[in-house]
């Protein structure tokens, strides 16, 4: 009765949840799209959009502007992303008229083996301290964008954030929230404090927070390099730190990292071009869900339906059946993972899908062998499609002294599972949450987009192409839709689902629909905050025009000009 109560409160709560006095769009849009002819910046953070269409202004074109604005976001944001973290990349080139993938993910320490972690007892690898601390890659992944794309000095390009560093910014409503939440659980970890809480106490929202420490990080690679990051002083200090923690990272991992270019990997859904990036990365789930519901007719079960979200729920059941079980770093295995994106393969999962709730699927057979997400786009066409992040919100708890950062928590994600394809081994990129996306029509880029959030990415991918395409939505519209969340499934990590998961819907569903998903079989809540975070931009290549659109959840804002 008490589940009955709350699902009823949450329906009519959602029924005022929506702008009813819009003149125009969608009654859950929150506001209309930023269009603009000569460049176009969406962030999570307003002040990073801004510093991004600075540098287009100032000569730089839109891989610049990225760079610029993840930089901004590792200081301002510090509790979703920062130079100790990694980062993946997407990135039209207008000149050459395709796509390049950058995976920017660190790999293990090689003095780290699996066998560390039998003799000691772990059935996981642990959350925080120094055991999940994999290389940081964000750093060789500007350096890397920038050498292939780049145009404006890295000094020029780090400018914007090291004067923020040095003179403060007032923190938003959200970061300082965050920023609280995670003082709670790292306070007596080593250089928190003195990095984090300047005055001894957390910020609140309004009040400057400065980071001088990171100023001097900045600098020093604005000056040196990659090498600057990943060689000498700053390389020893990281080293050196975790291992007086008791970790293995060290000075050699960091030397020997270096980012990869990839193929993305696609899917054609309904005449547009969906791109997503191969494993570690989990991006391919989404290209499976889109795959496996390609064969239903979405747009005449309608937007917020209870056939559309069953059907949904049990193809993202499906994806990440195979995500729990084959994604992994491709170094170490010789599976074809377009095998999991074709034809053949989507029907034999599709033939799954009943009209009851599935408590179980397993994984289909092959033939063997808290992030931030931003895109930016120039006046020549360019479009850069960024996610970087330092996982489980802040990261690992881990910083290293007067650097200005924590680092990254990646190697969680680990399976200590031996024959599993993630399981541990040294030098060996953890599966990945992080994935940028991208759409083109024809040949020609259509929209650069991501939504940030652990397991939401995939499912949140998915439901922004089926909002564009099916459903017919302008660009800020598909990210204000009330999304779908499914929980349960089984992890990289190790784990099965066994009795169907649990569907989180935010707000705007209605109670009949709640209603007819319990009977089939679905157990059905909701969360705060667990809905991901929405940024992107669509371009009309006939007339040059630029679309922007941003999280209404959130701070971010899309900006152009």
Request: charged share 20%; proline share 4%.
């Amino acid at each position: 009765m008490l589940k009955l109560r709350l699902l009823l409160a949450f329906s009519l709560f959602s029924t005022f949840a929506f702008a009813q006095d819009r003149v125009t769009g969608a009654t859950f849009a929150t506001r209309s799209e930023v269009i603009a002819t000569e460049g176009m910046a969406a962030t999570s953070h307003p002040l990073a959009s801004q510093i991004a269409i600075d540098i287009l202004k100032k000569g730089g074109n839109a891989i610049d502007a990225a760079i610029a604005a993840n930089a901004a976001l590792g200081l301002m944001e510090p509790t979703g992303c920062g130079v100790g973290g990694d980062l993946f990349a997407i990135v039209w080139s207008a000149k050459d008229e395709k796509l390049y993938g950058l995976n920017g993910s660190g790999r293990s320490p090689q003095n780290l083996s699996l066998a560390y972690f039998k003799e000691n007892g772990y059935e996981q690898i642990p959350a925080f301290g120094p055991l999940p601390v994999s290389v940081p890659g964000a750093v060789d992944g500007w350096f890397s964008l920038h050498k292939k794309f780049g145009s404006l000095d890295m000094e020029d390009i780090l400018a914007p954030a090291i004067d923020y560093a040095e003179k403060g910014f007032p923190l938003t409503e959200l970061i300082a929230y965050y920023l609280q939440l995670s003082a709670r659980r790292f306070k007596d970890y080593p250089n928190f404090s003195e990095t984090y809480q300047p005055q001894g106490q957390s910020l609140s929202k309004g009040e400057l927070f400065k980071n001088r420490f990171l100023a001097n990080t900045y600098r020093k690679i604005a000056k040196e390099g990659r090498d600057g990051f990943y060689k000498g002083e700053i390389a020893k200090t990281i080293a050196t730190f975790i291992q007086e923690q008791g970790g293995f990272l060290s000075e050699e991992d960091l030397a020997a990292h270096k980012s990869e270019w990839v193929e993305p990997l696609s899917i054609n859904y309904r005449g547009y071009d969906i791109w997503e990036l191969p494993p570690n990365g989990q991006g391919i789930a989404a290209l499976q869900i889109l795959k496996i519901l390609e064969a239903y007719d979405l747009a005449s079960m309608g937007f917020g339906s209870a056939d559309y979200v069953h059907h949904f729920i049990e193809a993202k059941k499906l994806a990440f059946e195979d995500r729990a079980k084959y994604y992994a770093d491709p170094d170490f295995n010789k599976l074809d993972y377009r095998e999991l994106i074709s034809e053949e393969y989507a029907a034999q999962r599709r033939a799954l899908i009943k009209q009851r709730a599935a408590r179980s699927y397993d994984a289909g057979k092959l033939e063997q062998g808290n992030t931030i997400y931003m895109t930016v786009a120039d006046a020549e066409g360019n479009m850069v499609s960024l996610i970087q992040s330092n996982y489980r919100g802040m990261g690992s708890g881990m910083v290293p002294p007067k650097l200005g950062f924590m680092l990254q928590d990646r190697g969680e994600l680990f399976s200590l599972e031996e024959g599993h394809y993630n399981v541990y081994a040294p030098g060996k990129r953890p599966f990945h949450t992080i994935i940028p996306a991208f759409i083109t029509k024809d040949g020609k880029p259509f929209v650069s987009f991501g939504l940030m959030g652990g397991a939401m990415q995939p499912q949140g991918h998915a439901q922004i192409v089926i909002n564009l395409i099916d459903f017919g939505m302008n660009l800020q519209e598909a990210g204000d839709a009330p999304r779908i969340q499914h929980e349960g499934s089984s992890e990289p990590t190790g784990g099965a689902m066994t009795d169907g998961g649990r569907v989180l819907l935010e707000s705007g569903f209605d109670y009949d629909v709640i209603r007819s998903l319990m009977k089939r079989g679905h157990k059905v809540g909701f969360d705060l905050g667990s809905y991901g975070g929405y940024q992107a931009i669509k371009r009309d290549t006939e007339s040059g025009v630029y679309y922007g659109a941003s999280e209404s959840r959130k701070d971010g804002m899309a900006i152009g000009y």
